[in-house]
């Protein structure tokens, strides 16, 4: 691990010794159930300079893309609830924008914890695809006009600005070219609904009604675009899978602790074979999950492939998860249902978690496609 | 294995449709649809209890002194099948299936005649504290002290993960009454009133949101030396005899068909996004794969009723074998509801509709529908943990069925 790396993630360990509790993330949940967003604790991410955490140095950021997956999977071990890896992703793609003005102020904002964006590329006919965008822009005597809707996007509440993919057309196009507009929530015309989700976050349904833009909301196009919103699919479904790793980190350990600590027929439950032996098959998944986090790291450092190594990488996280949030409440009996404990939590998240980035099925379909695709 | 119904039981399941179609209310089958945990919720049930109760079918196999039935293990069979068929809420077990045949088998006549009616009725409703903080799985090493005074017990100490206490007005609690012999023998069983000065009950909210278990604390709880069922001291052969209803004492398959539709009518809506055909074709694979598991079931519970008509001994480790596949059918396809809904897989509505129109917040429309799939989901990964977990019930498969020890 670079030195760079390491004083990262101690960085992060030492957040959640001191500001994460399980007592602590209770108050959090509280202002949650009272439809709070939960940012309470944005002011250190900034400081510590986690906001601007794989961006380049010229643009005010530092570290590079595995440098801000170590540190989600370290903050994932205390199922953080602060919307940080949405606001990173977003700021993924400000960072694409560099010849927009508009796009690198509001990156710089946001690296300083004034401003947070969520990119909102999904609708609801996709499902967990970015596919195509219903959502249309057309010229207006202002700039544009934006009208459809965003379906799913996870964390949008915590929103300031977001950006939206939408189909452009003018009478003298042939086909409409897709583009991605830099917007402030603030914006007339704009309505969200929130969903709450099983580990305590806010899936948002977000309406575009006829929502005027200035000409500079326009950040990206074309190529350019397509290429963006790829890139923002695999890093939604890599920061979901770094959380995961951290949880099932954690998870294990404290349910190997519960094992030795719990005693029936006068022994610890974890002297009875079975339970070792889920245990050893929690650990082994673990281990395929670590792998294939090293793997989706790499992905991003190559110029192509990354889809399909992402997707891999995405499967096996994916069904990690589940095998080890499902042995872990097994093997705490009563205790792994009640929400006054911390594993339900765990177990929550890692439910959860597998449904935001692409699931292990899709993930497994567009594997599929892109190993054929790769076949010649 | 065909069931080849004689006309006698041909006409004996007609009866029973009949009865369905005209008493069993739209909004009981909707509050089965909705409901996100094992019973549905109280008003329905009851509901449905009061109806059965008038029919004479409410405690079908209670001995007929008692307002039961004397129906064949087939009669019983057919009678489950086709309230699952039906979608009828079924009737919480604490009372009918499990203190119920207690009272009967070993109670005073005095608490058969105070109890038994009130029970099939729906009047009174029970739960079941056992379970406590120290001992879940290792029952018999429970400590809830009752000492005797005169003519009464004090009771100290508590129960843990009591489903319905908050809903009902009786407990049956196993106590410690000595601590001289080895642990089994020192118990004993007592019909408590939730409303007796120094009990208490305090919610456990589950990981899904749903009040469904509680804490029951007593202190200094005084019961009369009436509500002790049989000897004191032989709780714990009291005990066994009521959890061998509660693990074999249900037909399953047909209800798991139930949910098999709703996977099917998930599917159908194409919650996943009208274009991941991958993910579709692999959930009709799975699906169907299911169908197959349930239809072995089905055929199980099918050789076990017909080995009963027969005849035949009361079932052993089958009871066991029923518990354990039935449990991990219904996590297979809660899963598998999970997938279908895809990206809606991740919400769990904090305030969703409990009860709504008469019962329930089920409307037919689908994006509502939806809303029991990941509470039943998180709610039913406690169904391989409670009554004798899952690897307890390997445990006693191995020892009675294998003779491994
Ligand atoms: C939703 C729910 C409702 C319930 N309702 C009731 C109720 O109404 N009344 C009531 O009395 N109780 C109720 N219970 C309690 C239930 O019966 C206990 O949870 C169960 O007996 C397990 O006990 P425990 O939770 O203490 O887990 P433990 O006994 O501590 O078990 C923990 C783990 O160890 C394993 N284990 C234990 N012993 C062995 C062994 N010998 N070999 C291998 N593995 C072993 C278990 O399988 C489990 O995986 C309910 C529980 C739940 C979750």
């Known amino acids: 691990m670079k030195e760079e790396t390491r004083l990262l993630v101690e960085s992060g360990e030492r957040f959640l010794t001191t500001n994460y509790s399980f007592e602590n993330r209770r108050d959090l949940l509280k202002a949650r159930a ?162 709450d989700t099983t580990d305590d976050r806010q899936l948002v349904n977000i309406r575009f009604d006829h929502v005027v833009l200035p000409r500079e909301s326009l950040v990206l196009k074309n190529g350019a675009a397509v290429n963006a919103i790829e890139f923002e699919e695999n890093l939604r479904a890599a920061c979901a899978s770094a959380d995961a790793l951290g949880a099932m980190q954690s998870l294990l350990f404290r349910t190997v602790e519960y094992s030795k600590d719990r005693k029936q027929f006068g022994k610890a439950i974890g002297s009875f074979q079975v339970l070792q032996h889920k245990m050893a098959d929690m650990f082994m998944a673990l281990e395929r999950a670590k792998s294939m986090f090293t793997m989706m790291c790499e992905a991003f450092t190559l110029s192509a492939d990354t889809s399909r190594m992402v997707s891999m990488a995405r499967v096996e996280i994916c069904d990690s998860a589940r095998l080890i949030g499902q042995h872990a409440v097994q093997i705490h009996g009563g205790i792994g249902i009640s929400d006054e404990l911390a594993a339900a939590h765990y177990f929550k998240r890692l439910t959860a978690s597998q449904y935001y980035g692409g699931d292990s099925m899709y993930h497994l379909g567009r594997y599929l496609s892109l190993r054929s695709s790769s076949i010649d | 294995m065909q069931l080849n119904l004689t006309p006698r039981l041909e006409a004996f399941q007609q009866e029973v449709r009949t009865f369905l179609s005209k008493e069993l209310e739209p909004e009981m089958v909707a509050a089965v649809r909705s409901t996100t945990t094992v019973w549905v919720e109280r008003e329905a049930m009851l509901s449905w209890q009061r109806k059965l109760s008038t029919r004479g079918w409410a405690v079908p196999h209670w001995p007929e002194q008692f307002g039961g039935t004397n129906w064949t293990p087939m009669q019983h069979y057919i009678f489950e099948v086709e309230c699952a068929r039906a979608n009828a809420p079924e009737l919480t077990a604490m009372g ?63 129960k843990i993960w009591t489903t319905d206490a908050h809903n009902a007005n009786l407990i049956f609690v196993l106590v410690r009454t000595s601590i001289e012999d080895k642990p089994q023998k020192g118990i004993s069983f007592i019909l408590v009133d939730l409303d007796t000065p120094g009990v208490s009950v305090t919610p456990i909210i589950s990981a899904s949101g749903d009040h469904e278990v509680n804490q029951v604390f007593f202190e200094d709880a005084r019961v009369p030396v009436s ?60 699906l169907a794969r299911l169908e197959i598991l349930v239809e072995s079931l089905s055929y199980t519970e099918m050789r076990v009723v017909a080995q009963l008509e027969a005849g035949g001994a009361e079932p052993g480790p089958e009871a066991s074998v029923l518990k354990v596949e039935h449990t991990e059918i219904m996590q297979q396809i809660t899963e598998l509801a999970m997938m279908a809904l895809g990206p809606y897989g991740a919400i769990l509505e904090r305030d969703r509709p409990k009860s709504g129109g008469k019962f329930s917040g089920y409307t037919g429309d689908i994006t509502k529908d939806l809303l029991p799939i990941v509470p039943r989901y998180l709610n039913f990964r406690a169904a391989t943990i409670y009554g004798g977990s899952n690897e307890v019930q390997r445990n006693i498969i191995a020892k009675t069925a294998l003779h491994l020890s």
């Open chain 2, 227 to 286: 509500q002790l069922v049989g000897e004191e001291g032989v709780g714990w052969t009291y005990a066994k005899y009521l959890l061998g209803f509660e693990r074999g004492g249900s037909i399953k398959a047909e209800r798991l068909k139930q949910e098999l539709q709703r996977v099917n009518r998930l599917l159908l809506s194409k919650v996943r996004g009208h274009k991941d055909e991958f993910s579709i074709k692999q959930i009709e694979r799975d």
């Open chain 2, 96 to 158: 009918v299936k499990m203190v119920g045949p207690v009272i009967i088998r070993f109670g005073t006549d005095w608490q058969r005649g105070k109890y038994l009616s009130r029970i099939a009725s729906g009047e009174d409703f029970w739960c079941q504290g056992f379970s406590e903080p120290g001992s879940g799985s290792d029952l018999a090493s429970l400590s809830c002290r009752a000492e005797r005074k005169g003519d009464e017990y004090i009771i100290n100490g508590s």
């Open chain 1, 34 to 195: 009272k439809n709070q967003t939960v940012v309470h604790n944005w002011d250190t991410f900034a400081q510590l300079g986690w906001t601007g955490l794989g961006i380049p140095e010229e643009q005010g950021g530092f570290g590079d893309l595995s440098d801000m997956f170590e540190l989600l999977r370290v903050l994932g071990e205390g199922l953080i609830l602060e919307p940080l890896s949405s606001s990173l992703i977003a700021s993924q793609l400000l960072s694409l924008c560099s010849e927009s003005t508009f796009a690198s102020d509001t990156l710089t904002r946001t690296i300083a914890g004034e401003s947070r964006v969520i990119s909102a590329i999904t609708e609801s006919i996709n499902g967990f695809s970015s596919g195509e965008s219903i959502t249309r822009a057309v010229d207006c005597e202002d700039g544009f006009e934006v009208s459809g809707e965003k379906n799913l996007i996870l964390d949008g509440d915590s929103a300031s600005s977001l950006i939206v993919s939408a189909l452009y057309q003018n009478p003298d196009m042939e086909s409409a070219q897709i583009g991605l507009y830099l917007i402030d929530c603030e914006s007339d015309g704009i309505s969200m609904k929130n969903s």
